[in-house]
């Protein structure tokens, strides 16, 4: 049974987790990456509601996901977009590579390290997409 977004951003970080371990090719791809990621969805035109964020840690081929801000974490990264690309995003509508580098979303950490670890990068965002995820909006 699938999440909806926004409104059990909880349920759906627990399930982008399970997706995310489960994903062979994610443990290959971070073996070597350890990193803290901040996934900001923030409202649009399509949703007005509040902010929701998801914290994401990548430990060396292992990924923990939750939903909520961890104020003492100190984050490698930061990925904001508004609702309805995030949304585009998850469903599979847009390249995430071209999304990311120069589409809706804005990108705080060292790009460099990024595309270092896009193999890892692409995968976490694949195992984003495998959520079964309804949108509210």
Do not use: C, I, K
Request: overall charge negative; charged content about 25%; hydrophobic content about 45%.
């Amino acid at each position: 049974m699938g999440a909806t977004l926004p409104d059990d951003a909880a349920g759906w970080a627990d399930q982008f987790q399970t997706r995310l371990n489960e994903r062979e090719a994610f443990e290959r791809a971070a073996a070597n990456f350890s990193a803290t990621f901040r996934l900001l969805v923030t409202p649009d035109e399509r949703y007005d509601g509040e902010p929701v964020v998801f914290t994401v840690v990548v430990d060396e081929g292992a990924g923990v996901v939750a939903a909520g801000h961890d104020a003492d974490a100190d984050y490698d990264f930061t990925l904001s977009g508004p609702y309805t690309a995030w949304r585009a995003l998850l469903r599979g509508e847009v390249d995430a590579t071209a999304a990311l580098t120069g589409g809706d979303f804005e990108v705080e950490g060292s790009t460099m390290r990024l595309l270092q670890h896009r193999e890892a990068v692409a995968e976490l965002v694949g195992a984003a997409q495998a959520v079964d995820t309804e949108f509210a909006y």
